[in-house]
């Protein structure tokens, strides 16, 4: 293996890994509990607001039709502006910090 | 318009053998206007006044059309002349793939990861092709047609599973790994023992979905083509063994692009004439749903719906209540852990993480996951049209009369909306869809038999084994020979679960990845102080609880319990004939159906589950809710009381390397 070696102690000390991984995990942890807590309304709505789900939105279609349907937008919704914020500027910073240590 | 009304009748009394209660509406209304079916059979069956207003009422065509050719003799069977050549194309189009990657895999990592070289959009689809099996395409229109909402609501968590994937594990996977999850897992451990016991967690899964791939496989082929079970398991296990041996990553995930291409289209189509049967118009579809007679009498005699009236709280009508949660997932806890078990099993599935090796970036890795939650996504929003769609136009009881379970719904529905433009249609339309449910069994079976091999070659042979120590001549020889043994194990494994419900099997396989799996790879990933005993811990603990808890649980059959729900129902149907409820003509079919409920009940009662019990001891069909939190737990308390100061030294590293990608593990030949 032809690799080169790294203080990787060093790098994780880096200001700019620092921001990176600083920026990430606020990032991913937040809008996947986001996500996990939006997603787990349904199974809890259905369960225990069952009224709730019966109401009528339009013509027969309910309410828990909708919200079910809305799941599969919301996940959509999140891809498309996790990829827009990762290629802006999670990348940007990794590319920086793999700059600095040529 | 003759035609319709024919076919009208033959679907109500042919599907209406256990449950209906108004033959002579369907008999008389050859010779009425086109509304008059419906309006005839509603006063019998109580319908939802509401509901029947909200109905177009003169001339609604989609809603008086039930075509039924397909329910004839309660069996579907394809034409052999239409199918036979789908297939071979079919066939013969994934075995030039395979003839053309044959050559161009040479190292290990040709075969595990096709060498780094696939894009992200090709990888997305891949992913897409992986993910969505047969139990998707025909368990969830399945269970939708016979028990609405329930069903829709089962499909939303396998797209939102994609989250946690996109979000936690595909980018960190691509930048830390190599093969296989034992290598994320062996970073920073001992290799041994972590990688046999990641090994035998990636069989245990592939096992069970394999498993459940391999029975859709059979009872399939053996319903629509009317070949044997065995037949039908032995030659979908050839072909993938076939795909996985020779071609490796390359030709499994061109199958499983071509897959994911057919299933989209058939698909796509399917929806398309459903919707036309709506006059494009949603409205109208939901409405057709609820004011469904036939849906109603199915409605009326589900447990769950019998036991809100006695308790007077069926609060909607039974076509609507089919629109509302409940019907199936009876327990709300099962449903909230039924959850868990997809978000968190998803990103622990070994043929799943596999796919992110093979790309070269995290940045491709990223992408792949995004265009396959738009193909996963559209899938499952199509599938609520099928689903529901089949059960408008083939009725829950003409659906249940071929298969119990339901699985043949999208199957009879493409029968039945050919055939209603033109009999061959029928024909064609059935045989690709047939072809498209072939491919997506090979596509699926094929990435599991290589994960699995995977994990046993190059986990278990090379690096337990032979210490690393392998040419790559070797370690192509251990990985095609393992996956000749995988695959010959599933296609066994396939003959002796005939008799297994597909859809609890594929939960069971995410219990399993969300509970042993998935825990350890993120503390791995995440967590500075996690080590070599804690993978082991929560492996073992996850993936063994996850079993057990499903073992006691309601999915085995409890054969006191079929006696018991048999005899609620003719029950109910006997109180019904005293207080004078049936009409007289419908007198002799309630009759009958008694009749079978009673033998039901005689054959049933006494007998005891597979673990000798009289009634499941767990009272959830997925235990997620109980044995993620405990694989978990198993996973840091292993950890903590095992404290290692070589695995928290090396935590910089593998945090750096999966945020970075710095150091990268090349595809590309070490």
């Known amino acids: 293996m032809a690799e080169k070696q790294y203080d990787w102690a060093a790098i994780a000390k880096n200001p700019k890994f620092i921001e990176l991984h600083h920026k990430k995990t606020v990032f991913l942890f937040g809008w996947w509990i986001f996500s996990s807590i939006y997603y787990f309304l349904l199974p809890i709505g259905a369960a225990y607001t069952p009224g709730l789900f019966k109401i009528k939105i339009i013509s027969n279609i309910n309410f828990g039709y909708i919200f079910a349907l809305s799941q599969f937008f919301v996940s959509w919704w999140l891809a498309m502006y996790y990829a827009k914020v990762a290629n802006r500027d999670f990348d940007r910073l990794t590319r920086e910090l793999v700059d600095e240590l040529k | ?670």
């Open chain 2, 1 to 670: 318009m003759k035609k319709l009304f024919v076919g009208l009748a033959l679907a109500l009394s042919l599907g209406s053998i256990a449950f209906a209660e108004a033959p002579k509406a369907p008999a008389a209304a050859p010779a009425a206007p086109a509304a008059a079916a419906p309006a005839a059979t509603a006063p019998a069956t109580q319908a939802a006044p509401a509901a029947m207003q909200a109905v177009p009422a003169p001339g609604a065509p989609a809603a008086a059309a039930p075509a039924a050719k397909p329910a004839d003799d309660g069996k579907l069977k394809a034409n052999p002349k239409v199918t036979i050549p789908i297939f071979l194309i079919i066939i013969g189009a994934t075995m030039a793939v395979v003839v053309w990657s044959a050559k161009k895999t040479k190292s290990a990592a040709d075969f595990y990861t096709a060498g780094g070289g696939i894009t992200g959009t090709q990888n997305g689809w891949a992913i897409a092709g992986d993910y969505m099996s047969a139990a998707s395409f025909l368990g969830i229109s399945g269970m939708i047609s016979l028990y609405g909402y329930d069903g829709f609501m089962y499909s939303v968590g396998w797209l939102v599973a994609y989250i946690t994937v996109l979000l936690i594990v595909a980018e960190p996977c691509r930048n830390a790994g190599k093969y296989t999850l034992g290598d994320i897992l062996a970073f920073r451990t001992e290799p041994k023992p972590v990688r046999a016991v990641a090994a035998l967690s990636v069989v245990a899964v592939s096992t069970f979905y394999l498993t459940a791939q391999m029975v859709g496989a059979g009872k399939l082929m053996q319903l629509l083509l009317g070949i044997d079970y065995k037949v039908a398991v032995i030659g979908v296990g050839i072909l993938m063994v076939g795909y996985v041996v020779f071609g490796g990553m390359t030709a499994t995930t061109w199958v499983q692009i071509i897959k994911a291409g057919l299933l989209m289209s058939g698909a796509g189509l399917l929806s398309l004439l459903v919707m036309m049967k709506a006059n494009m118009n949603p409205i109208q579809f939901f409405n057709d749903i609820a004011a469904n007679p036939k849906i109603i009498d199915h409605v009326k005699l589900l447990p769950v719906y019998m036991k809100e009236v006695e308790a007077g709280k069926a609060t909607a009508e039974a076509g609507q209540r089919f629109l509302e949660p409940g019907l199936f997932l009876t327990n709300p806890l099962d449903q909230i852990s039924l959850g868990m078990a997809l978000v968190l099993g998803t990103a622990g599935m070994p043929h799943i993480l596999m796919r992110f090796f093979t790309v070269p970036t995290a940045q491709a890795a990223r992408k792949s996951v995004i265009v396959a939650m738009f193909i996963i996504g559209s899938f499952y929003i199509l599938t609520t049209l099928l689903g529901f769609g089949a059960a408008i136009h083939l009725s829950p009881q003409g659906i249940q009369k071929v298969d119990k379970g339901g699985n043949m719904a999208a199957m009879m529905l493409a029968k039945a909306l050919g055939g209603d433009i033109s009999p061959f249609l029928g024909d064609l339309l059935l045989a690709f869809l047939c072809a498209v449910a072939f491919a997506t069994i090979l596509a699926v079976v094929s990435g599991l038999v290589l994960a699995a091999s995977a994990a046993i070659a190059h986990d278990i042979y090379v690096n337990v084994i032979k210490d690393g120590h392998a040419d790559q001549h070797e370690q192509v020889f251990a990985a095609r020979t393992t996956s000749f043994v995988v695959g010959a194990a599933g296609i066994i494994i396939g003959i002796a679960a005939e008799k297994q419900n597909v859809a609890h099997l594929v939960a069971l396989a995410f219990a399993v990845a969300s509970s042993g799996n998935l825990p350890v790879v993120v503390l791995s990933l995440f967590w500075r102080k996690f080590n070599t005993a804690g993978v082991i811990c929560g492996l073992v603990v996850g993936t063994i609880v996850s079993i057990g808890l499903v073992m006691i649980s309601p999915n085995m059959t409890y054969p006191n319990k079929v006696a018991d729900d048999a005899k609620k129902a003719y029950t109910k149907l006997e109180k019904e004939i005293a207080e004078g409820k049936v009409k007289p003509e419908a007198m002799e079919k309630t009759m009958k159906t008694i009749e079978t409920k009673k033998a039901e009940e005689a054959k049933n009662r006494g007998g005891k589950s597979i673990m000798g019990l009289d009634k499941p001891l767990f009272t959830l069909k997925n235990p997620g809710i109980i044995s993620i939190p405990v694989g978990f737990l198993a996973a840091i308390l292993g950890a903590l009381a095992f404290p290692s100061r070589r695995s928290e030294e090396m935590f910089d590293e593998i945090y750096v390397r999966q945020n970075t990608g710095i150091g990268m593990a090349k595809a590309i030949d070490h």
